[in-house]
């Protein structure tokens, strides 16, 4: 049998298993696949200590979401001791403490087996960068797992661990959700507390799960949601667990249907994507919901996130001390400082006006179901070399979809949607209002059941607790 999280934290409070036992299985996994490049670094040895603490807990009766858990995170995000280089060579001090999303993890009982690869910044839908290495998809090694998050989304698709955090500024937990067969949450923004940064690009970028299952991801989202007081954005808790969504019957649904992106691109739509996506709303048709098609009205949305973007991207560089960035890294940093910071009031005044027009969808529908991607999973190495120009339109039209919520401010959900001719993962994505991600987990476990795409995992999958 193999465990995700809650299987894994079950087996430990039966005293079925261990703490030494899954962080010796998580990191054996790591090393045997070390050539897919998931992990930045791997803390193998204080996840040890940590799991023999665990263990004492365990034995002395306290219960947690998570104790004894091994989870990893994305090298976008402090753990004490650590260097959080965000991909991006430089003079970096190891963090004094803990991020607010690792902190909530140990508050948990989490154990913390690593940081994973991702792409200078989180700029693109890849996970590579010259000073760090490359990330690589478990579904076949000479694709990307996709990015910003891909090395979290190699690391749960890989079975190191069984779930992991990632952070999505324009897709990048959806998109490697998608490319690796995963479920993936990008939060309502202020949903997850990334401080010690209060406004990460400038509202754009949410901290969120991946796993392999909808009841997984639902309990990593409820140990990872809270504000801290110093945000921009905060929220109130949630009036029920996001777990408890994922067990409950969504109730019959109105779901639009929509190939439109906010740039007119849907006609490079990858067929097979088109296909699956298709397929997937037959289905929830099947399960009884009202499906039919229509498009968000998505306005001037792009003007909401150039600014953020490239704002945010310069204030994280100019906080690397010594930072040797790409070239194309520092392009988007230089349209950031000279023409973003400039922007940016107007892109924030514009939120209201955003959120009323693209959400008038919700005046018909409950949900809007989408591609996640309008490509399936690029080579590794597709754009060694690139410039900006060349990177920026190469990806836009790989993943088109996702980034308007990420504008909004809006919850979404990437969720398998099958595999190409060449056996490389296909996702969709489900999209929510202000707030309501309880909807869309309660859509999806139902979707989950109907699918039973939990079952279905790369060849190099062997242990028995993951």
Not at 380 to 405: H, I, M, N
Request: aromatic residues 6%.
């Amino acid at each position: 049998m193999v465990l995700g999280l809650a299987g894994q934290a079950g087996a430990l409070a039966r005293g079925e298993a261990s703490a030494r036992e899954l962080v010796e299985a998580s990191l054996e996994s790591i090393g045997r696949q070390e050539s897919l490049g998931a992990f930045r670094v791997v803390r193998a040895e204080a996840a040890r200590r940590e799991a023999v603490e665990a263990d004492k807990r365990l034995a002395a009766g306290e219960r947690l979401p998570l104790l004894g858990v091994p989870v990893a995170v994305k090298d976008d995000t402090d753990v004490a001791g650590e260097t959080t280089p965000f991909a991006v060579a430089g003079d970096h001090r190891p963090a004094a403490r803990d991020g607010e999303v690792v902190r909530k993890l140990r508050a948990a009982g989490a154990i913390i087996v690593g940081k994973t690869t991702t792409c200078e910044l989180g700029l693109w839908p890849f996970s590579e960068s010259p000073g760090f290495g490359a990330a690589r998809n478990p579904w076949n090694p000479e694709y990307t797992p996709g990015g910003s998050s891909g090395g979290s989304a190699a690391a749960v698709a890989a079975g190191m661990v069984a779930g992991a955090v990632g952070s999505d500024g324009a897709g990048s937990i959806r998109i490697p959700a998608a490319w690796t067969g995963l479920v993936g949450i990008k939060p309502q923004r202020g949903r997850v507390s990334a401080h010690p940064h209060t406004d990460p690009f400038n509202g754009l970028t949410v901290w969120g799960p991946l796993a392999r299952n909808v009841a997984d991801a639902a309990l990593l989202l409820d140990v990872l949601s809270g504000s801290h007081r110093e945000d921009v954005y905060r929220l109130d808790p949630s009036a029920t667990p996001f777990a408890e969504a994922a067990r409950r019957e969504p109730g019959r649904l109105r779901v639009a249907v929509s190939f439109r992106t906010a740039f007119g691109v849907s006609g490079k739509l990858d067929p097979e994507i088109r296909g699956a996506v298709e397929r997937v709303a037959r289905r929830l048709t099947g399960l009884g919901h009202k499906v039919f098609p229509a498009d968000p009205d998505y306005g001037l949305v792009g003007l909401g996130l150039i600014p953020r973007g490239t704002a945010g991207v310069a204030e994280w560089l100019d906080s690397i001390p010594g930072a040797r960035p790409e070239r194309r890294t520092e392009v988007e940093a230089r349209i950031g400082r000279t023409v973003g910071r400039r922007l940016l009031p107007l892109a924030k005044r514009m939120d209201p006006y955003l959120r009323r027009r693209v959400g008038r969808i919700f005046q018909v529908a409950d949900v809007v179901l989408t591609p996640t991607t309008a490509r399936p999973p690029l080579k590794v190495g597709a754009f060694d070399g690139k410039g900006y120009r060349e990177t920026q339109s190469g990806v836009a039209a790989a993943c088109p979809y996702a980034w308007t919520w990420n504008v909004l401010g809006w919850p979404g959900i990437n969720v398998p949607a099958g595999f190409t001719g060449h056996g490389l993962p296909i996702g969709a994505q489900l999209l929510g209002h202000d707030s309501d991600e309880a909807t869309l987990i309660s859509l999806a476990a139902q979707l989950e059941a109907a699918e039973g795409w939990a079952e279905r995992r790369p060849r190099e999958l062997s242990s028995p607790l993951r």
